[in-house]
């Protein structure tokens, strides 16, 4: 038990060690990626370009129901953009398909003649009107490698019109090839250089630079600005190969308000809807997360020819579908910073301060090992050494002698030899010395009734001065011979 006890420091002070080895290089590359249960919500609604507030009608939208009127309307409008991006199939190890939807609704509007309405919107699964207050709606779905957040091509569509019962979303839904840059989410460890940037209204990939750093709910973010050329969203096909709907109209020049020299107020006149757009995107740099967006949107109708045959007062109109700048809310931009502060906690703790504390608590344990087992060591060499002093355990003679009649009290005048026998280098037992240096000794009056080869010796008188006293054994016990080792044997007939 006590090895045992003594093992555990050095066991746990290894696995510390290890363990801030293997976190950095096995769990932190498991939270680099982008997380299986990703569900982002934002809202955005228009504000001032000017960054003045209590405008309450910031935008200008098209008036859809002044199609079947005699004249081309545009309304003064308050919109809200709302998107919900999640996790769907397929989703692995390897990719995670996002599926965003997004919409943008009419608040409120006012016409040019400061009457307002605040529209309503139909249900999902009903017919709707041209008043309603949808006004766009899709769902872009794309599959991204989880390690770069860059879209790898296994899901890459976007959904432009609601699927009945029974029909499969794909078939109303067209396929966009091809697509590289980052949307809902960047890389890890992103830099302060350009990246590219996918704009889902105009169907491409945008180059978006850095433009600068700026503190946002106490999270550092990079600021990205790009800005979408002007495309004509006429020639992006719906999922019947056909324009989308709203993206080219014929009417009269007299319904879109244009005349002058070489127009006739019946010339029937085709416009395209153009847009364009400029996107600011706050991102966290070590997680990729996006903490706030601001995004200039501007549509418009205008003659595709714009060749000197055309007549200027045509090449020159323009005419409104959406102008807007989308600002994310308060509320949104709290919530994104919350996450992405808490999940730069988690690759902080993981990749510095976990290990850090693992490996110093791992060395303490092993230094605590060290020294258990050399004080352990310590402890058992010092059990196995002899006293300093061997003459320590004869200061204090015995005064008992051990004789074969028994136990029997030994004079204590008579000197002691461990001291002498000591310094001169001799064995304790005085059988084990020469004769001459054999005390002395007068056997007792009778032999003992025993015959055992210990005898009980009577000590010197206090007038023999002598250091030494020469002891010889009664005629009894005198040895036969006088050699050296002085062997002495039993009388005859014993």
């Not at 001032?48 to 009608?57: A, H, I, K, L, Q």
């Not at 308050?78 to 919409?103: E, F, G, N, Y």
């Not at 025993?450 to 001065?465: E, G």
Request: net charge negative; aromatic share 8%.
């Amino acid at each position: 038990m006590r090895r045992l006890w003594l093992a555990l420091p050095a066991f746990l002070g290894a696995a510390c060690i290890a363990a801030a080895i293997a976190i950095p290089l096995f769990l932190v590359p498991q939270l680099r990626v982008v997380p299986l249960d990703l569900d982002i919500t934002s809202v955005a609604t228009t504000v001032p370009e000017d960054g003045s507030s209590g405008d309450r009608f910031p935008a200008e939208i098209f008036d859809r129901c002044s199609v079947s009127e005699r004249k081309a309307r545009v309304l003064d409008a308050h919109l809200t953009q709302q998107r919900r991006s999640v996790i769907v199939d397929p989703s692995d190890k390897r990719q995670a398909t996002l599926q965003s939807a997004q919409t943008v609704q009419i608040d409120r509007v006012r016409d040019a003649a400061g009457n307002e309405t605040d529209p309503s919107m139909a249900a999902a699964d009903s017919e709707r009107k041209c008043d309603d207050g949808l006004l766009t709606a899709n769902i872009d779905r794309v599959s991204v490698n989880r390690k770069s957040s860059v879209p790898n091509g296994t899901v890459s569509s976007l959904q432009l019109e609601a699927a009945p019962e029974g029909v499969n979303p794909k078939d109303v839904s067209v396929d966009l090839p091809d697509r590289k840059g980052f949307q809902y989410k960047f890389g890890f460890d992103v830099g302060k250089r350009a990246y590219l940037y996918y704009d889902t209204n105009t169907r491409q990939d945008i180059p978006v630079n850095f433009k600068g750093e700026k503190n946002i709910n106490g999270v550092t973010t990079y600021e990205f600005v790009g800005d979408v050329p002007e495309t004509d969203v006429s020639g992006l096909p719906n999922a019947q190969g056909e324009a989308a709907l709203g993206t080219m109209l014929t009417m009269p020049a007299s319904w879109w308000g244009i005349s002058g020299r070489g127009v006739k107020p019946n010339d029937k006149i085709t416009m395209h809807r153009y847009a364009t757009a400029t996107r600011h995107v706050f991102v966290e740099p070590k997680t990729g997360t996006i903490i706030d967006g601001l995004e200039d949107q501007h549509q418009y109708f205008r003659s595709p020819d714009q060749s000197s045959d055309t007549p200027a007062p045509v090449r020159d109109f323009r005419m409104d579908v959406l102008k807007a700048r989308f600002k994310w809310s308060d509320q949104t931009v709290k919530n994104q910073a919350e996450k992405a502060d808490h999940y730069k906690g988690l690759l902080t703790l993981g990749s510095f301060w976990l290990p850090l504390i693992l490996g110093i608590v791992g060395v303490l344990l092993l230094a605590l090992w060290g020294f258990l087992m050399w004080r352990a060591r310590r402890d058992r060499d010092g059990d196995d050494t002899p006293p300093a002093d061997d003459t320590a355990a004869w200061d204090e003679p015995d005064t008992t002698a051990n004789t074969g009649a028994g136990r029997h009290e030994v004079d204590p005048t008579v000197p002691a030899a461990g001291a002498a026998g000591a310094a001169a280098g001799a064995s304790l037992d005085p059988w084990d010395r020469p004769t001459e240096q054999i005390p002395r000794v007068d056997p007792p009056g009778e032999s003992p009734a025993d015959d055992t080869a210990t005898q009980t010796f009577t000590p010197p008188t206090a007038d023999d001065d002598s250091a030494t006293q020469t002891f010889r054994p009664t005629d009894e016990f005198r040895p036969s011979d006088d050699d050296d080792t002085q062997h002495f044997r039993r009388p005859p007939g014993e």
